[in-house]
């Protein structure tokens, strides 16, 4: 259907042993339930779980989000989870056995912290490079987000756990997420923004979450498209979950194809859904639809039966069985750090040949391992650039750093493990961390715990609690003016030292779920501290109604002096054998919750960048971003790297790449500009509530077609550490519309050493409207060989590639005729082609795809 292909391991029973219950079955114990039962079923109990029914042998489903880690059903920095490298970094090793693994490493860690249902994958698109979250997004590509979403999918339900496709869809920006009108034509929704989600249903996947924004003027909580396509055409029978909060309305929610409303307990359904069916305003009909898919689910993770059904899990398709979890995140950092530039093969760097290395940049000390938002875990260890490239030179040369620029003045929540942070601890155990105490009316204990951060995002649930208290002794590293904050909604204050700074109430202007519970913003004070002294600071939050849950304190060193910063690094670089620069975005620029403003690196890494391959030309280049970033001096680095948010293992999986242990298997999912004026498609802004998708299906790469000018680095793009030459294309001289064929590439290693190539298939054909043909990738597969080897790569092309939604007939349809491909390296490198024709239903004019529509 899309390339995807079928994934048994996400068919009939998502991999676990044992047949589920039958529809039959299902049906039995839907007749046990009364109506009171069944309603309070679609509304969660909290805000991760659903309720039991004891009744009928169900226990309550326990949910987390995802896809970067596990992190359970409580905000809580002491329970820790395994960090996987981001999507956008999943997608840029175009692997779909590792896909799989790391979904199996999920679902393991999913079972341990006692979760049935993970809301992950992500499957929303990189319309526009300014997208906030995109970190948390596949590609821009449909065909390899659907692709590498089914294999990811189809390991997390090997291991007994339910996978969720989100968020359904259009999803694709964060501004104004909650109640954005994105206007898109239907062919465009068909083939480029459903077409990742019916890949996902064709890899059976058991949830689907409907997103906040509305499609066409619909809130999608309310969508016939959670009707048709979805369930009635593509037969998706599990349940259709809302985005947290999502469902804000009764009637039109309940009418619809959605089937469980989250958080709970309160919430639209909850308070009125029951009355609304009892007068006739919502089928029964369509209740009992609801709970049956419900029960399905319960069934399939083994919390339906009395006692609940024992499902055993079984090994992901492709894991090896035994393998050390740190192992495979190290090995998928360096499967998708991409090479976009390495000019006079400055890599991999011989550590035999280094006397002395200087790692230069804030983030090779302090890297981004994640991005921002609900999906933020805690790391139980870290590696960070600096600690890789120290552990493979240990013995071996001397490493310097230097961050090249002053510390930054936003303040962050107080971690004793953070290396740009003063040391900090719990003034009764002693211990590094902070103490927090909830406070009755009158300021009397009720509870105390020590706590390792100073973000407390759930504190514990203590009748009476009135007050929120975080407190903790620091001992600043340098001496001067010091930025303290304390984070959060409605009544705060701030008192350092006993003397309080701060002190008001700050009333809640956000609806939006990350930024009132996640991530509120800091009322910050500025003080003078002496280096070395400790003093105790206190920050306090009163909990009242409707004011979020999270309480954060925060600090930030005194501001910095850039020329002298600047200088040392430099100075550091001309010393040095090589140099390796880290630089990358920030949490204020790539979180959940917020577009960006700009693809510009925060202020100051551009000059860095510069000043150090002037003092050093052998100047390596990590970027550490979650997407797309200007790169005004790209020409002037030998060697650019793309790291991605590359999870807990970053710095020994570059590490690996940087001294040539590892080959960078990565390829890049999304186009990258040189500036930002040059991106053809921008603007996520909505204009009086409504963002048009009016480019149609030309994001990304076929934007840049359309446009007739070059990315700086296509889609696609990705350099290793061998070289290869493009044989020969073999392809059916005829197809079958509909029907799947395979075209064969044929390729040798002519570089020096063993390497991964990505081999890609592109294809356009003539429109059902007579519009020029859009090229568009119909296929990829990957090889590997050793120096001199000739290989062949076969290419699977989905049936789907030779048709088109028509709008006319709301069907997919082949206009006979020619299609041309094109094979190669990326969208921008393209050596082979051929020319097929396709044979379809009679009646309809022969059209030809022509050299110059593929550009």
């Given at each position: ?10 068919l ?8 589920g ?16 039962q ?15 029914e ?27 989870s ?12 175009w692997?779909?056995?590792l ?15 006692g ?5 992950a ?7 526009s490079p300014?997208?906030?979250r ?23 339900q ?15 920006a964060?501004t ?6 994105v ?12 077409a990742?989600?019916e ?9 689907v979450?409907s ?19 979805l369930?009635s ?21 309940a009418?619809?194809?959605?089937d469980?409303?989250?958080?709970g ?7 009125g ?28 993770v ?18 090896a ?13 360096a ?50 650039p ?5 552990a ?6 001397e490493?310097?750093y230097?961050?090249?620029l ?5 303040p ?8 740009d ?18 406070l009755?009316?009158?300021g ?7 706590r ?15 007050t ?6 620091i ?16 009544p705060?204050s ?12 700050f009333?809640?202007?956000s ?5 009132v ?5 800091y ?32 600090a ?55 000043a ?7 100047t390596?280049v ?6 797309p ?15 991605w948010?590359?999870?807990q293992?970053?710095g ?15 390829r890049?999912?999304?186009t990258?500009?040189a500036?930002?004026?040059?991106v053809?498609v ?30 700086a680095?296509?889609f ?22 509909g029907?799947?064929?395979d ?5 040798r ?22 519009e ?9 597969a ?7 080897e ?18 006319e ?27 097929i024709?396709?044979?379809g239903?009679?009646?309809?004019s ?10």
């Open positions: 259907m899309n390339g995807a292909g079928k994934n048994e391991a996400g009939n029973g998502a991999g676990m042993d044992g047949a219950l039958t529809d039959e079955e299902i049906g039995h114990l839907l007749e046990k339930l009364d109506l009171g069944k309603v309070r079923l679609l509304t969660g109990a909290s805000n991760w779980r659903t309720y039991a004891p009744a009928i042998g169900l226990r309550a489903l326990t949910f987390s989000d995802g896809p970067a880690g596990v992190r359970g059903d409580a905000w809580d920095e002491r329970d820790t395994l960090v996987l490298p981001s999507p956008t970094a999943l997608a840029a090793a692997d779909d056995e896909a799989a693994e790391l979904g199996g490493l999920l679902a393991t860690e999913a079972r341990r912290k979760v049935d249902v993970l809301l994958p992500t499957l929303n698109l990189h319309r300014l997208g906030g995109h970190f948390e997004c596949f590609s821009e590509d449909p065909l390899l987000t659907g692709r590498t979403g089914a294999a990811l999918i189809g390991g997390v090997s291991g007994g756990v339910a996978a969720t496709a989100k968020h359904f869809v259009a999803n694709d964060e104004d997420r909650l109640t954005v009108d206007r898109v034509d239907e062919q465009t929704l068909r083939e480029v923004y459903l990742p989600f890949a996902a249903v064709e890899a059976g996947v058991r949830v979450m997103a906040y924004n509305q499609v066409n003027g619909v809130t999608m909580a309310a969508a016939p498209l959670l009707e048709r396509p369930k055409e593509w037969g998706f029978d599990g349940p259709v979950v809302s985005d947290w909060g999502a469902v804000r309305s009764l009637l039109d929610t009418r619809a194809a959605q469980l409303a989250m958080p307990p309160g919430g639209p359904w909850a308070d859904l029951r009355a609304a069916v009892e007068q006739g305003l919502v089928p029964m009909e369509r209740i009992d639809d609801k709970v049956r898919r419900l029960l399905r689910l319960a069934d399939r083994g919390a339906l039966g009395d006692p609940p059904r024992v499902r055993r899990p079984t090994d992901p398709p492709t894991a069985p035994g393998a050390p979890p740190r192992a495979l995140l190290r090995r998928a950092v499967a998708g750090t991409v090479l976009l530039r390495n000019d006079g093969e400055l890599l991999p760097l011989d550590p035999a040949r280094l006397r002395s290395v200087a790692v230069i940049g804030a983030h090779a000390a302090a890297v981004r391992i994640q991005g921002g938002g609900s999906a933020e875990v805690f790391p139980a260890s870290l590696v960070s600096l600690d890789g490239i120290r493979a030179l240990a013995g071996t040369a490493v310097t230097s961050p090249g002053p510390p930054s003045a936003l962050r929540p107080l971690d004793p493990v953070r290396t942070g003063p040391p900090t601890r719990d003034p009764v155990s002693g211990e590094p961390g902070v103490l927090v105490r909830l009755d009316a009158d009397a204990e009720l509870h105390a715990e020590h390792l951060s100073g973000r407390i995002v759930e504190p514990a649930r203590v009748a009476g609690a009135e929120v208290e975080i407190r903790a002794l001992r600043p590293r340098q001496e001067g003016e010091w930025t303290l904050a304390v984070g959060g909604w409605g705060l701030l008192a350092v030292a006993g003397r309080t700074l701060l002190s008001g109430t009333p809640l202007d609806d939006d779920p990350t930024r519970h996640v991530a509120p913003p009322r910050s004070v500025r003080t003078a501290l002496a280096a070395g002294e400790e003093v105790e600071v206190v920050a306090r939050r009163g909990l009242a109604p409707g004011t979020g849950v999270a309480t954060i304190l925060a930030a060193p005194p501001p910095g002096d850039a020329a002298t910063a600047l200088a040392s690094a430099v100075a550091a670089a001309r010393d040095a054998d090589a140099a390796v620069v880290v630089v990358g975005t920030t949490e204020e620029s790539e979180s959940e919750g917020r577009d960006r403003d700009t693809l510009g690196l925060p202020d100051g890494q551009d000059a860095l960048i510069r150090v391959v002037r003092a050093n030309p052998r390596v990590i970027l550490n971003t979650g997407g970033v200007a790169l005004p001096w790209r020409a002037e680095v030998p060697a650019l790297l793309l790291a948010f590359p999870g293992e970053a020994d999986g570059l590490a690996d790449v940087l001294f040539g242990r590892a080959e960078p298997g990565g890049l999912p999304t990258w500009a500036a930002e004026e040059d053809p921008l603007r996520i802004r909505p204009e009086r509530g409504r963002l048009h998708y009016a480019e149609g299906p030309f994001i990304g790469y076929r934007a840049w077609l359309r446009s007739g000018t070059s990315p680095y296509w696609g793009h990705g350099l290793g550490y061998t070289g290869w030459s493009y044989g020969a294309m073999e392809a059916p001289s005829e197809v079958i519309a029907r799947p064929f075209v064969r590439i044929r390729l290693n002519t570089g020096p050493r063993r390497g991964r190539e990505v081999v890609q298939l592109y294809a356009a054909g003539t429109s059902l409207t007579g020029p043909p859009v090229r568009r990738l119909v296929g990829y990957a090889v590997v060989a050793d120096p001199g000739e290989v062949v790569a076969v290419v699977r092309v989905d049936g789907r590639a030779t048709e088109r939604w028509s709008v007939r709301h069907r997919w349809e082949t206009v006979p005729g020619e299609l041309l491909l094109r094979g190669g390296r990326s969208a921008g490198d393209l050596p082979l082609s051929a020319v024709t396709v044979s239903p009679p009646g309809r022969p059209g030809a795809a022509t050299e110059s529509a593929l550009r």
